[in-house]
């Protein structure tokens, strides 16, 4: 050692550990965020078209620099590929802007919104090749007239401009809802599974689906479905139908899919063997008409599967929501129409051997998070009153409750009615 130099080694081995520290955060940084020169090299998106986004408040990078230096993460990648899917879809930038506003009233998962995006994809493919049926069949016309019908056909078709910030909307609800069930149920089996094995359906059977939605009962039993089954899905939603039809893919050819009223069945008496109606009668404006459409189009002897909750099921989110604000509201009161304390005697008008089976199940949520986007995804006045502060309040209400509880117990009382004509 110098004479006059008092830096022991131990210091200098210290000093040395610092900075490969420093220098081990610092290499940690630049791998987990990109700059705006990056991204745009990463992505194919220009650097004038990120800073535009900067600017117009649509895409703010979360973690900001001195100066003019930008660094995105991995959840600024997140939000802009979900920008450019909408942008894809045809919506404008300030359409974009608000929908992830209000999203960002709650952090989502990739997961959830990549399916909601790619939900309203399909529809749009399937829109599209719509468009290019009607165009192809004009083409086939005769070159020497022209054909009214065919153009007309054409023209009718391209109106038909789908709404899709607003499908992307409820398909973005729909799977928030869905990740609530499947992150926090205690029933390892899953709703759908459970309610498949209670079919008592023969080979060869022709089946009837009422309210089918996206197909999702099907989709989830792929796997399980008899070749030698028939299947007609239903919804009075024809943009449902539609999903329904790209969800189920290769399995298509044994479905035919329709939209139809359940109030007015499009089919000759006994023409089925089996009718479900998931979580949907409670919908429907004339109750005991659908029913008796239900009963004339199966066979004697002919089975109905209807499937719907108790006015118990989820009623703790009621007053979760009650307790932090007397006039929020997140359950749709339509189940009282319909539910499993009622649901036999509609029923039974028309059908005996009735059973009732439940589902045992319960939901034991503890993250706050998953909770609130449920909550805002319902039809109810949550989306419009957890706004602003109120939201940030309203997740520390929640966050404390957790703290205290370790996990909030809802109740989940589903079942199924089965009967026979």
């Known amino acids: 050692m110098l004479e006059g130099d008092v830096t022991s080694p131990a210091i200098l081995t210290e000093n040395n550990t610092l900075e490969q520290l420093i220098g081990c955060e610092e290499r940690m940084y630049k791998e987990n965020y990109l700059t705006t020169g990056q991204l745009a090299k990463r992505t194919g998106i220009t650097v004038r078209t990120l800073r535009y986004y900067d600017q117009i408040g649509l895409l703010i990078p979360e973690d900001h620099h001195a100066g003019s230096i930008r660094s995105y993460n991995m959840k600024d ?7 450019q899917t909408l942008k894809y879809l045809g919506l404008s930038l300030q ?15 990739i997961r959830h919104s990549l399916q909601a995006q790619l939900d309203v994809l399909q529809r749009k493919i399937t829109h599209t090749e719509h468009v290019v049926h009607a165009i192809r069949d004009a083409m086939q016309m005769s070159v020497d007239r022209s054909d009214w019908n065919h153009l007309a056909n054409v023209i009718q078709t391209l109106q038909s401009k789908q709404d899709w910030g607003e499908q992307y909307r409820t398909a973005s609800r729909l799977q928030t809802r869905i990740h609530l069930y499947d992150k926090f149920s205690t029933n390892p089996q899953g709703w759908h599974n459970w309610v498949f094995e209670q079919l008592e359906v023969h080979p060869g059977a022709h089946i009837l689906e009422l309210g089918g939605g996206d197909g999702t009962f099907w989709v989830r039993n792929a796997e399980r479905i008899p070749s030698s089954w028939r299947i007609t899905l239903t919804d009075i939603s024809s943009g449902m139908v539609e999903e329904a039809r790209c969800r189920l893919g290769s399995k298509n050819s044994q479905f035919k899919l329709l939209s139809i009223d359940a109030q007015q069945i499009p089919f000759h008496d006994e023409h089925f063997d089996v009718v479900i109606a998931n979580n949907m009668l409670y919908h429907v404006p004339d109750i005991p008409k659908a029913i008796h459409e239900i009963h004339r189009v199966l066979k004697r002897g002919g089975i109905i599967c209807t499937s719907t909750m108790s006015t118990q099921h989820l009623q703790e989110i009621e007053h979760l929501a009650v307790s932090f604000d007397p006039d929020l509201h997140v359950l749709d009161q339509a189940i009282k129409r319909f539910n499993l304390g009622n649901g036999g005697v509609l029923l039974s008008s028309c059908f005996s051997d009735l059973r009732l089976l439940r589902y045992d199940d319960r939901l034991l949520v503890d993250e706050a998070e998953p909770l609130i986007e449920y909550m805002i995804s319902t039809p109810m006045n949550a989306k419009e009153r957890l706004v602003g502060a109120a939201i940030d309040k309203f997740r520390n209400h929640v966050n404390r409750l957790l703290q205290q509880n370790g996990a909030l117990e809802m109740t989940k009382e589903n079942g199924i009615f089965l009967g026979r004509k």
Request: proline share 0%; charged share 35%.
């Open 77 to 83: 990648l997140e939000k802009l590929q979900q920008i």
């Open 95 to 109: 359409e974009i802007k608000d929908i992830l506003d209000a999203e960002s009233l709650s952090i989502g998962e």
